[in-house]
């Protein structure tokens, strides 16, 4: 119990004074001079479109190793995937000249950053000890509850960022193009933790019924983005190289699909089908961080 408080402490006390502007002051400004406005804005909401999606991941990756599948594998995505969201968490809020990103100056969104940070603390702390395989139930209930929580901020986050900086700095339809491909790759590490969760009874019907919603949602989005969108919006029709890519995409779905309306239906969650879920997840996530690139440098 002491490792748990202290870690999570440590966790929350390292990004609160990094968004506090108590840590690295002034660091990188010279390099950050150089980064075009309308590049961060890309850079920004694309690099937060993956903190949503190492949200999920770690959770997924999590659970995974929990009932042993690909346990070793899938321990170190988790463990990684917490390393990373912290960092990107510290970049979003101060700015990273190698990531093309500036500090973040409007004080909406930095108020949702420190209240990411208050929520995940526990999160990604208790991915780790998972990851290392202490399963104390404290542990993993730090780890399940607070990981919905999080996104919910996260996406009341990324909204006004897209609302800023899809206004001020570059194409709405652009911003919001990047905002849905990015979903896209957070919703398949989403749906392979609702699947893990309801193979281990958490969360019951309710989970089933999340897992029917965000496989729906991975759909319709995808065929929203194949539309684009009237009057620039989502940046109009896809281009070849973006179209491209999104067949990539659905083709990657397409299996993936079908073993989850499986189980939504009511279908047995097998060994069998938990590893191959989680393996053409990865599929998934390769080709829809291949797209969000695409729309990124547009």
């Known amino acids: 119990m002491t490792y748990i408080i202290s870690a999570v402490s440590r966790s929350f006390l390292t990004v609160a004074l990094v968004l506090a502007g108590l840590c690295g002051a002034g660091y990188g400004q ?18 937060a479109a993956r903190q949503r999606m190492l949200s999920q ?47 973040e100056t409007y004080p909406d969104v930095r108020a949702g ?14 991915v ?8 104390h139930t404290v542990v993993v209930w730090l780890m399940v509850s607070r990981n919905v929580p999080a996104l919910t901020e996260m996406n009341a986050t990324m909204e006004l960022m897209e609302a800023h900086y899809g206004t001020a700095q570059i194409d709405p339809g652009i911003a919001a193009a990047i905002v849905l491909a ?63 890519q999104l067949r990539a ?20 969650i097998t060994e069998e089908i938990l590893r191959d879920a989680a393996r053409q997840s990865e599929v998934v996530l390769q080709e829809a961080d291949a797209l969000v690139l695409l729309y990124t440098q547009d």
């Open 30 to 47: 010279q390099a950050w001079a150089e980064v075009d406005a309308a590049q961060n804005a890309r850079n920004r909401i694309s690099l």
């Open 57 to 103: 991941r770690m959770a997924k990756s999590a659970c995974l190793s929990m009932v042993s599948v690909d346990a070793e594998v899938e321990a170190r995505r988790a463990h990684d995937a917490a390393t990373s969201f912290d960092e990107m968490l510290v970049s979003l809020a101060e700015g990273n000249a190698e990531q093309g990103l500036l500090k």
């Open 113 to 126: 950053l420190a209240r990411t940070a208050a929520l995940s603390s526990g999160l990604t702390a208790s």
């Open 128 to 135: 780790r000890q998972i990851a290392a395989g202490d399963l």
């Open 182 to 244: 990015g979903r896209q790759g957070m919703l398949s590490q989403k749906m392979v933790k609702e699947l893990c969760f309801l193979s281990i009874g958490i969360g019951g019907a309710d989970v089933r019924e999340a897992l029917a919603d965000t496989v729906d949602v991975f759909d319709t989005a995808l065929h929203r983005l194949f539309r684009g969108g009237k009057d620039g919006a989502l940046g109009g029709k896809p281009k070849p190289k973006q179209r491209g």
């Open 249 to 268: 995409v659905k083709k990657s779905w397409k299996p993936m699909k079908q073993m989850l309306e499986e189980v939504v239906g009511g279908g047995e």
